[in-house]
């Protein structure tokens, strides 16, 4: 008799996660879990704790309470195998002024264990995917905001990550940009990788996510799957959230 | 290893910003100029010199002026208080500005192994402006007695000089929010440390814990010829608290935010 197949653990998972940050709680007992393959939008006003939770993610905050893993490793005793699985695009895309495209794809290729002809390779591969072939010998400092965004979803692709953890990736993008974006992102989840997304664009969310989670004032009010018809049901929940404390009466 | 591609990313940045080439030749051409009046004052006095039994020789009169301020200002020594802070001080305040050591966190190293990747890009920087400032007296190896030995203990303390300089320079950059900032703490900290006995030497005391501080007594040692463990251990004790501050400061950034 064969054995069951153990399930395979959760791509992400937070348990009790909490941050403060200037002396009051950016993200507050937060439990969340991505499964291979799912796009998750992460919605919230400003200061809700989006870019809180994505930087814990990954691993550039560490969370005063709670547990991340990733792929059922505590991603703070694997620090190394965290950073072969996660590719992270933070809000305004930084990169190194001095440095070319290519030079970019390099360092972030080795620094995750890529050389050789597999570090080539796959910086081929992204650079065909985002349109960068180009702009390879740009340096990063004169590009625009748009394809440094580019650039920075090209790095965090680069290692094929079972996770992509995204911060406002469609900023500064023209409209032809961002419907090649949701392209991408289809394509990336379609082949397994877990996406999280942190948008303040409803539209954003119902046209490449199936779940949506909403923070608010450091915690998750909302965690559903996405309904074909959901952007008007989205949006009213969305704003019920959101203006919860400011309709109270005094 | 990440590491090493770390000092691989530091070291292609360093490379190709123009601050790195503007300081690193214009402190070789003033090297090559004191090389130049040096030389000339060894030339015009050689035979007055050569009279002198155990007289100092080309080693003396020429490369350890070069290396460390015995007759003229500003020596290769004196020059890397200033070279060495603004090397460093992009390393990690401005990756810290920019948002770049995020980056460097999501890809899973630890403070410690960024700093040493950094720290081990700007030795090999230092290293070859070091190399190349050596080049220009040992050129003259051929027409020249040179004293192997006084230039390798030479050698060997100005290099733990400049790593010491690096040591602090980089830790500077990591408790500092701004590149600025970080050059004007790193200059203060190294003047600081190279001359603080400077008082009680003029005081005409020789010895003490003041003295044992001053990283010019133990550079001055080495300039001598003199390689002694009571030196080396200095060096290699400044290089360690200066990278274990500067990488519990990063390592807290992570707590901070």
């Given at each position: 008799?064969?054995?069951?197949?153990?399930?395979?653990?959760?791509?992400?998972?937070?348990?009790?996660?909490?941050?403060?940050?200037?002396?009051?709680?950016?993200?507050?007992?937060?439990?969340?879990?991505?499964?291979?393959?799912?796009?998750?939008?992460?919605?919230?006003?400003?200061?809700?704790?989006?870019?809180?939770?994505?930087?814990?993610?990954a691993g550039a905050l560490l969370p005063d309470e709670g547990t991340i893993e990733l792929q059922g490793k505590d991603f703070q005793e694997y620090p190394e195998q965290a950073g072969q699985v996660l590719g992270w695009l933070p809000e305004s895309a930084p990169t190194w002024p001095e440095l070319t495209v290519r030079e970019h794809l390099d360092a972030h290729g080795r620094l995750r264990g890529l050389k050789g002809a597999d570090l080539k390779r796959a910086g081929d591969a992204v650079l065909a995917r985002l349109e960068l072939n180009d702009l390879q010998r740009r340096l990063a400092g004169v590009l625009s905001?748009?394809?440094?965004?580019?650039?920075?979803?090209?790095?965090?692709?680069?290692?094929?990550?079972?996770?992509?953890?995204?911060?406002?990736?469609?900023?500064?993008?023209?409209?032809?940009?961002?419907?090649?974006?949701?392209?991408?992102?289809?394509?990336?989840?379609?082949?397994?990788?877990?996406?999280?997304?942190?948008?303040?664009?409803?539209?954003?969310?119902?046209?490449?996510?199936?779940?949506?989670?909403?923070?608010h004032e450091g915690t998750l009010r909302y965690d559903q799957p996405l309904h074909a018809n959901g952007h008007t049901a989205l949006e009213k929940t969305f704003f019920d959230i959101a203006l919860a404390g400011r309709m109270q009466p005094a | 290893m990440t590491l090493l591609a770390v000092t691989r990313l530091e070291l292609r940045r360093l490379f190709v910003r123009p601050l790195g080439w503007i300081i690193g030749a214009l402190a070789l051409a003033e090297l090559g100029w004191r090389f130049a009046l040096l030389l000339q004052f060894f030339l015009m006095n050689q035979v007055q010199l050569a009279s002198i039994p155990d007289g100092p020789g080309y080693t003396d009169i020429v490369i350890m002026p070069l290396l460390s301020s015995i007759a003229l200002p500003f020596a290769l020594a004196e020059l890397a208080l200033l070279i060495v802070p603004l090397l460093t001080m992009s390393s990690l305040a401005s990756e810290r500005a920019a948002g770049t050591l995020g980056l460097l966190y999501a890809s899973g190293l630890s403070a410690t192994r960024i700093f040493?990747?950094?720290?081990?890009?700007?030795?090999?920087?230092?290293?070859?402006?070091?190399?190349?400032?050596?080049?220009?007296?040992?050129?003259?190896?051929?027409?020249?007695?040179l004293d192997w030995g006084k230039l390798a203990a030479a050698t060997l303390g100005t290099f733990l000089t400049l790593a010491v300089l690096a040591a602090i320079g980089l830790a500077c950059s990591a408790f500092s929010q701004h590149p600025a900032a970080s050059a004007a703490l790193a200059l203060i900290v190294s003047v600081t440390l190279y001359c603080v006995n400077l008082g009680a030497q003029h005081a005409g005391v020789d010895s003490g814990f003041i003295n044992w501080l001053a990283m010019s007594t133990h550079q001055d040692n080495m300039m001598r010829g003199l390689v002694s463990s009571v030196d080396v251990s200095w060096f290699l004790l400044a290089i360690a608290v200066a990278l274990a501050l500067g990488i519990h400061r990063l390592a807290s950034d992570k707590e901070r935010g």
């Open positions: 008799m064969n054995a069951p197949k153990p399930a395979s653990p959760p791509v992400l998972k937070l348990e009790g996660v909490s941050r403060q940050r200037a002396g009051r709680p950016a993200v507050h007992q937060l439990n969340l879990t991505l499964e291979a393959g799912q796009v998750l939008g992460l919605l919230g006003i400003n200061g809700a704790g989006k870019s809180t939770t994505l930087a814990m993610i905001q748009g394809q440094r965004q580019r650039l920075g979803l090209a790095c965090a692709l680069l290692h094929r990550p079972a996770l992509l953890v995204l911060d406002e990736p469609a900023n500064a993008l023209d409209p032809v940009q961002v419907v090649a974006l949701r392209g991408l992102l289809r394509e990336v989840a379609a082949a397994g990788t877990a996406v999280i997304l942190s948008t303040h664009q409803l539209g954003e969310v119902t046209a490449v996510c199936d779940r949506v989670a909403i923070l | 040493i990747g950094k720290y081990l890009a700007v030795l090999v920087w230092l290293a070859l402006w070091l190399a190349l400032a050596l080049a220009i007296p040992v050129s003259m190896a051929q027409g020249a007695h």
